[in-house]
T-cell receptor, first 110, second 116 residues
Framework: GIQVEQSPPDLILQEGANSTLRCNFS?????LQWFHQNPWGQLINLFY???GTKQNGRLSATTVATERYSLLYISSSQTTDSGVYFC????????????FGKGTRLHILP | DTEVTQTPKHLVMGMTNKKSLKCEQH?????MYWYKQKAKKPPELMFV???????INESVPSRFSPECPNSSLLNLHLHALQPEDSALYLC???????????????FGPGTRLLVL
């Protein structure tokens, strides 16, 4: 099946810093989502981005489908950005499953 | 409204108890999902319902029994669970299962289950 690898696994930053999270996937995808899981467990949908670039406030994401990777940029980090960021992909071959990467655990220090 | 609600938020149960988890969405989505998430791991898919019919069962033990009474509601009935079943149980929904944007998933806040 499709493999999804996220890097780095852990990241500790000072408040105000910028960061780039990466998601590599092993096959072409029909759907790619970025999620933020806050410390209380809520998974928040950040972007649906199978290709191209999107921005939402301090967050932006770029997916280069031909090279099978996606990047999530967080600028001017805040402590509320702490949590785990998951990339999840779906191949669109009718197998109905979204595959999650193992996540990047981000800790923003005040 | 992009909200998926789950009740209860927390649940403690003994190995002989029977309990149910509930999930509800009013976004008109026709696909609903149950996931199990252990600490420091990604969510693991358990079941998928499409148009109220079970579409995927990821070889989940029979002590977990899903039910989709209508397109807005999804239940997970629990019976004779083991301590290793303690986890965060997440419900999600999407427009459908046709792939692409249709499968953009929206998650509920989860139920934290502890089995003693």
């Amino acid at each position: 099946g499709i493999q999804v690898e996220q890097s780095p696994p852990d990241l500790i930053l000072q408040e105000g810093a910028n960061s780039t999270l990466r998601c590599n996937f092993s096959d072409s995808v029909n759907n790619l989502q970025w999620f933020h899981q806050n410390p209380w467990g809520q998974l928040i949908n950040l972007f649906y981005i199978p290709s191209g670039t999107k921005q939402n406030g301090r967050l932006s994401a770029t997916t280069v489908a031909t090279e099978r990777y996606s990047l999530l940029y967080i600028s001017s980090s805040q402590t509320t950005d702490s949590g785990v960021y998951f990339c999840a992909v779906e191949r669109g071959l009718g197998d109905d499953k979204i595959i999650f990467g193992k996540g990047t655990r981000l800790h923003i220090l005040p | 409204d992009t909200e998926v609600t789950q009740t209860p938020k927390h649940l403690v149960m003994g190995m002989t108890n029977k309990k149910s988890l509930k999930c509800e969405q009013h976004m008109g989505h026709r696909a609903m999902y149950w996931y199990k998430q252990k600490a420091k791991k990604p969510p693991e898919l358990m079941f998928v319902y499409s148009y109220e019919k079970l579409s995927i069962n990821e070889s989940v033990p029979s002590r977990f029994s899903p039910e989709c009474p209508n397109s807005s509601l999804l239940n997970l009935h629990l019976h004779a669970l083991q301590p290793e079943d303690s986890a965060l149980y997440l419900c999600a929904s999407s427009l459908g299962l046709a792939g692409g944007a249709q499968q953009t998933q929206y998650f509920g806040p989860g139920t934290r289950l502890l089995v003693l």
